[in-house]
């Protein structure tokens, strides 16, 4: 397969994969409308670089050792449900803020713990592993140069910043934000039940 004809087909594959809601999603909306624009930037960083580890371990093969393991699965799910789970709770745990908490918060927030708990979140998807798996049994061959792995390893992930970036932006418009802050605390916790849900799936869900 051509490189652009490879590149042509990742971009209609991994947008449609990136677009479907998720943990992932679920996230960069969190984080944008609890910490700001910043936050949900850097969290959108986070999820990209995640995906670097994916790419790197499917371009050795390892992803199919991966998905055909039970045992490495199981603890993969069980690490990604627990992540989930604790994110949840702290989103339930949210309290109403004052306009000037919610001003500190946003200006104070970590940009790099913002990019660690998006890279977690990313890294430890129990899905991941069939995904890149599917994908690059599609694209890639045993033959193809190093450089052209390289290639569609960092297009894929700046369609996936892109992508949430997209969000973070319509999430951020002022007339969208400010309803959202009238019930900040209330979002944080319907988003809080939506992830510890999705980790409860990813317990519950058989994967291959």
Known sequence: ?????????????????????????????????????????????????????????????????????????????????????????????AKPKSQVETANIAKSYSAKKSIAVGFLCNVLNPKAPIYFVSLFTVVLSPNMPLYEIAIYGIWMMVIQFFWFVLVVVALSRPAINNRFKLSGHWIDRVLGGAMIALGIKVLTTRLN
Request: charged residues 10%.
């Open 1 to 93: 397969m051509e490189l652009l004809q490879g590149l042509i087909l990742i971009s209609s594959i991994h947008l449609l994969a990136a677009a479907s809601p998720g943990p992932d999603f679920v996230l960069v909306s969190q984080q944008t409308l609890n910490n700001g624009k910043k936050a949900g930037l850097m969290c959108s960083i986070g999820i990209a670089l995640g995906l670097s580890v994916h790419i790197i371990y499917s371009a050795f093969g390892l992803a199919a050792v991966i998905a055909n393991s039970a045992n490495m699965l199981w603890f993969i799910k069980i690490a990604a449900a627990a992540y989930l789970i604790y994110l949840g709770v702290k989103g339930l745990k």
